[in-house]
């Protein structure tokens, strides 16, 4: 058990975002990581003393075969400009929550709103026959992918319903951004932290997970005692859970 | 020893003499859309013209492939494009830090010549790169990704191409956005005029941090146990110290323990692997799109990464993990397949003329690349029997077939290693008196290149926003 409180930014990969978190708000509410919810994240560049390049939502309605899980990821570009991702995951209601199939669209806009079709790209994907298989329009392309596997916007969802404790990681392969075929990878409970967050009074209990394996950076997962999923850390990338503003 | 050379960067007048055992095809001052005439370009402009992919990543170490022997990653996609193509195993940035060598990709022409000798500087107006060069002679011509000419990300509208915006800041990552705007333009386009897409990841770029960071990111206890017995070796020249000129002695890194070397490196091949995967969408875009029988794929990168050779981390230095870099060409049908190239010293200022050689069109005046097409289609050619590459402004390598000669102006310290029997380049000659026809020799060299160059005007820095990179 954790005996003290400790900064982040003495504890691996929080002191990334050690900075950033001077700030930080932690959530309130009753939280039900197997029921509906809609969370909403900064996107970080964390070089230096970090900075916001983005933004990320994530709702999980949960549905007969698992669950529906719909994702708005905004990333912030040159002249404002802005890219767009809008993708509905349906999610198997194992562990991992194992990827059924999705749909994604993306594109380019200016500062205008305008859209750069050259940009614009509809897909939807389905896990079949030990394949994943894409479909953008006419073309179809047919990856082999080794079950269980699931999409790294899944895992902020998964990973807040796991068991916490000593055990063996968890093994699976990663769809990266949906469709990066990634095998080998793992994912562990590293444990319970205490830490010192600057704008909550006394200690915050946290709990990490880190995920290991092939094309991929170790990711770490922190979560609150309510297994709500607060800060995704990857080296010099993060997302850091914000409060959502009304939209 | 003390060199007696002329001042490097000078202005010069450009002279016949040439590097060459023979001129490169199209030096010289034909305007663009002009077909090569006598050249194999002369047929392809009469022919439908190739479109052209240009991928270009950040800090890639030619050996950092497992296709070309590294046990520690894995890269199918890499792999598969080498196999379907072919690969230069001697292949040379022009000056190993990101807007210098980039400068010499897009325009064929050294970065004293572009006047981009440091980060953050734009392209001299009076060289045109090659989105302008190709775009005048009809190609459609795009460009997506990490530029820093001098921004690290292009703005909307830029010199030579429609440009798909992806990212904001220098060493803001957005590969996976870049490979699905790519993806996006190879899906929607339906014929037409011939295509240039450049495709610029910023992978493996990322482990500049992991020293910048190092006491964040690169701790003294190992921060996964399961890693404990999985991670690479240090290279046998890590702790190799060889006499160098004193701007290369300041960038040896002296925090890491050997675990925390290991672990670097580890994470090193992680981002390897994270830009093989953009690698692949492009490819697998490429042929359900229809466009791969007619599109020539040119893979490279900017500079290599030190890796702990020498101690040392990210690049500039003329050793060869900073200065060697992969150059992979395929498409199947026009590209010599599974072919690995060892015998030719290639250089980033190539492309440029290998993308006009392959369009039909001359290059523009003064460019010192040369067209890779006769070796890309095992035809005998004639070809440069040595290259140079520029280092921290004041710094030039020679590099011959053997030998790698290393001068500094003003520094009484050269360097000259042995290649061929001391590949980690751990024992310099440069005072052996049994090398001393050697160093003059590459001496003379020296002197004969830079007395080509046309030095760009200078121009000062543009001061880098926040956040800062390298």
């Known amino acids: ?247 | 020893m003390t060199a007696s050379l002329p001042p490097l960067g000078r202005p010069h007048r450009f002279s016949r003499r040439t590097f060459l055992k023979v001129s490169a095809a199209g030096v010289g001052g034909l305007a663009a859309g002009q077909p090569l005439a006598g050249s194999a370009g002369a047929a392809e402009a009469g022919a439908k013209r190739p479109n052209f992919m240009v991928i270009i990543c950040d800090q890639l170490n030619l050996d950092a492939i497992a296709a070309h022997g590294c046990p520690h990653v894995k890269t199918p996609n890499l792999d598969r494009l080498i196999a379907r193509g072919t690969t230069f195993m001697e292949s040379h940035s022009t000056n190993p830090v990101c807007s210098p060598a980039r400068s010499s990709i897009f325009t064929g022409r050294m970065p004293v010549e572009t006047g981009v000798t440091s980060n953050n500087l734009p392209i001299n107006p009076g060289v045109p790169n090659m989105g302008e060069w190709l775009r005048r002679t009809g190609y459609q011509t795009v460009y997506c990704g990490k530029w820093h000419l001098p921004e690290g990300y292009p703005h909307l509208v830029m010199p030579g191409f429609e440009v798909m915006p992806v990212g904001q800041a220098q060493g803001d990552l957005c590969d996976p956005i870049v490979s699905r705007e790519c993806e996006a333009f190879l899906n929607s386009r339906a014929g037409g005029e011939p295509f240039l897409l450049v495709a610029s990841f910023l992978q493996p770029h990322d482990i500049c941090y992991w020293s910048i960071h190092h006491d964040r990111l690169v701790p003294a206890d190992l921060p996964f146990a399961e890693l404990t017995g999985r991670l690479p070796p240090v290279p046998p020249n890590n702790q190799s110290r060889p006499k160098a000129p004193a701007k290369l002695d300041r960038l040896v890194f002296r925090g890491f323990s050997e675990a925390q070397w290991r672990y670097y490196l580890w994470c090193y091949y992680r981002m390897v692997e994270i830009l093989d995967a953009d690698v692949g969408r492009l490819l697998a875009a490429l042929e359900t799109s229809g466009h791969a029988d007619n599109t020539i794929v040119l893979f490279t990168s900017d500079h290599g990464e030190g890796g702990g050779r020498h101690s040392h981390v990210q690049k500039w230095y003329p050793y060869e993990e900073s200065v060697k870099v992969p150059l992979i060409v395929s498409c199947p049908g026009r590209v010599a397949e599974g072919l690995r190239d060892a015998d030719h010293l290639v250089s980033g200022l190539d492309l440029m003329s290998t993308v006009c050689d392959y369009a039909g069109v001359a290059p523009p005046p003064n460019v010192r690349g040369l067209s890779l097409r006769p070796l890309l289609e095992k035809r005998a050619a004639a070809w440069r029997d040595y290259l140079v590459t520029e280092h921290h402004q004041v710094g030039r390598m020679v590099r011959t077939a053997r030998w790698k000669y290393v001068h500094y102006e003003g520094d009484p310290v050269e360097q000259l290693f042995d290649l061929k029997n001391d590949p980690w380049e751990m024992k310099n000659l440069y005072d052996d008196p049994q090398c001393a026809d050697v160093v003059k020799d590459h001496r003379r060299r020296l002197e004969e290149w830079q007395s080509q160059m046309i030095a760009a005007p200078a121009v000062a820095p543009k001061a880098p926003g926040p956040p800062k990179k390298n």
């Open chain 1, 1 to 247: 058990m954790p005996e003290k409180a400790r900064s982040p930014a003495d504890i691996f990969s929080l002191n990334e975002a050690a900075t950033l978190l001077k700030t930080f708000r932690l959530p309130q509410g009753v939280f039900d990581p197997k029921g509906a919810w809609d969370h909403a994240y900064r996107v970080c560049s964390l070089i230096g003393d970090g900075s916001v390049v983005g933004s990320l939502r994530v709702r999980r309605a949960p549905a007969a075969d698992g669950a529906t899980l719909s994702v708005d990821y905004r990333k912030n570009v040159t002249d404002g400009c802005t890219y767009d991702v809008a993708a509905t995951i349906r999610c198997r209601d194992d562990a991992f929550a194992s990827a059924i199939g999705w749909e994604v669209s993306s594109q380019a806009r200016k500062a205008t709103g305008e859209v750069l079709e050259s940009t614009a790209l509809t897909q939807s994907a389905a896990l079949k026959d030990g394949a994943l298989v894409v479909t953008a329009g006419r073309r179809e392309r047919r990856t082999p992918v080794a079950t269980p596997c699931t999409t790294h916007w899944s895992l902020f969802d998964a990973v807040q319903r796991l068991p916490r404790g000593p055990g063996e990681p968890l093994k699976f392969t990663l769809l990266d951004d949906l469709d990066h075929v990634k095998p080998g990878q793992s994912l562990a409970y590293r444990g319970a932290f205490d830490v010192a967050l600057a704008a909550a009074a006394g200690s915050t209990r946290l709990h990490a997970f880190h995920q290991l394996g092939e094309g991929s950076l170790p990711v770490l997962y922190w979560l609150d005692d309510s297994g709500r999923l607060l800060f995704v850390i990857s080296g010099i990338h993060g997302y850091l859970w914000e409060e959502r503003r009304a939209s």
